[in-house]
Structure formats: C-alpha cells, structure tokens
C-alpha cells in the first residue's frame, strides 16, 4: 500500500507471478485515478486508468480495481517480468482543478528470477 | 514525437544562485505542470498552466516562478536557492487535466 516517509513499501514478487500493488485514496469525491510506473531515473509513465462510474478496468496485462466504498485502489499485473521492475504510484483527481491532483508516495515492486 | 522535455537532466547549484528549469512539450496540450519529488514521496504540485498566459500556484510555490508566454514552453525559475530546494523536478502536460504526461525529471542539488 501507500505511505508516507523515506521508506517506500516493497513487494517482492517471483518472475512469472501475477503482482498485486495496493493504494489507499484520501478523498470519496474523487473520480478519476490513474497508476503510473516510474522506472529509476525516469519520469512517471501512465499505465492505466479508470473512472468512478467503473470498478474494473483491464489492460495489457494490467487490471485496476476499484473499491469505492474503503476508498481502495489495486493494480493487478498479471506475469510479472523482469522490465515490471518499478514504483507504482496512484493518482486520484477530486476535481476539474489541477491542485486537487494527489499522488501516492508509492510501492516498490522488485522481481525475483 | 518528443513528447515532454526537460533540461537540464542534472544540475547543482550553491546556495543563493539562480537558475531556469526548461520545459516544452510538442503535443499542443493546454495544461502544463510543475512538481517536485523528494525522496520517498508523492509528487508536489509547485505551478501549473492551464494555456498560455495563465498560471496558478500549487502546493509547494515559494521560491519559484513561472511563466507560460507559449503553448509549448513553462520555464521554472528558483530564485535564491536553497538546499531544501534539492530535489527532482517534473513537468507534465495533460489536454484535459487527466492524463498527465511526464518529462524525464531534472536532478537538482543545492549545497
């Protein structure tokens, strides 16, 4: 899951797993999230998104599940490989304004071969 | 298609200098984003853009500046820096304030 602080939550997860990456969102008026991966030395990279009207939405080998009612967030990667090797981190959007955008601290995920 | 560019990618400065992060982005889109990233957090909004000649501030805005004269270019400006200026800066662009997309970041220390 997400926290805050120097030391990201790691998941450590068998090559050819399927990952589970956890986000716990702050606002119940938020409607649109996005999880990004950012690769060491790399800006965030868009993934998947979904909106508040969804609770599932399925990618190329990512799934993103939404729980409006604990205000939870998971992304699923289904075999995981070595080039999954990141931080996730989700975004939430409470509203049309560009300063109600909330980012997660992150999870990092490492791949065990 | 660059996409979102920044430079410098890395950049130490002694404190009190001055310097200009450089953003452009070459997918026409109207919002434009400054955050910062420090070790083991989220993203911190600093300014944003919603087109050109329009600028808010974020959470973060002291010790910076923006301006937005083009679609294409969001320049950030640090006035006497400060270490607790050392971080990664990003910007972003999005056409509709949703999907943001990313630059490759600029490292900055200030010692």
């Known amino acids: 899951g997400e926290s805050v602080g120097l030391h990201l939550p790691t998941l450590s997860v068998q090559e050819g797993d399927n990952s589970i990456i956890n986000c716990a969102y702050s606002?119940?008026?938020?409607?649109?999230f996005i999880w990004y991966k950012q690769e060491s030395g790399k800006g965030p990279q868009f993934i998947i998104d979904?909106?508040?009207?969804?609770d599932k939405r399925q990618g190329q080998r990512v799934t993103v599940l939404l729980n409006k009612t604990v205000k939870h967030l998971s992304l699923q990667i289904a075999a995981t490989q070595p080039g999954d090797s990141a931080v996730y981190f989700c975004?939430?959007?409470?509203?049309?304004?560009?300063?109600?955008?909330?980012f997660g601290s992150g999870t990092r995920l490492s791949i065990r071969p | 298609n660059a996409g979102v560019t920044q430079t410098p990618k890395f950049r130490i400065l002694k404190i009190g200098q001055s310097m200009t992060l450089q953003c452009t982005q070459d997918?026409?889109?109207?919002?434009m984003y400054w955050y910062r990233q420090d070790p083991g957090m989220g993203l911190k909004l600093i300014y944003y853009?919603?087109?050109?000649?329009?600028?808010d501030k974020g959470e973060v805005p002291n010790g910076y500046n923006v301006s937005r004269s083009t679609t294409e270019d969001f320049p950030l400006r640090l006035e006497l820096a400060a270490p607790s200026q050392t971080s990664v800066y990003f910007c972003?662009?999005?056409?509709?304030?949703?999907?943001?997309?990313f630059g490759s970041g600029t490292q900055l220390s200030v010692l």
């Open positions: 975004a939430e959007f409470g509203s049309s304004s560009a300063s109600k955008i909330i």
């Open positions: 606002n119940s008026a938020s409607d649109y």
């Open positions: 979904i909106r508040s009207n969804m």
């Open positions: 997918m026409n889109h109207n919002y």
């Open positions: 853009s919603v087109g050109a000649g329009i600028t």
């Open positions: 972003a662009a999005s056409p509709t304030n949703e999907k943001l997309f």
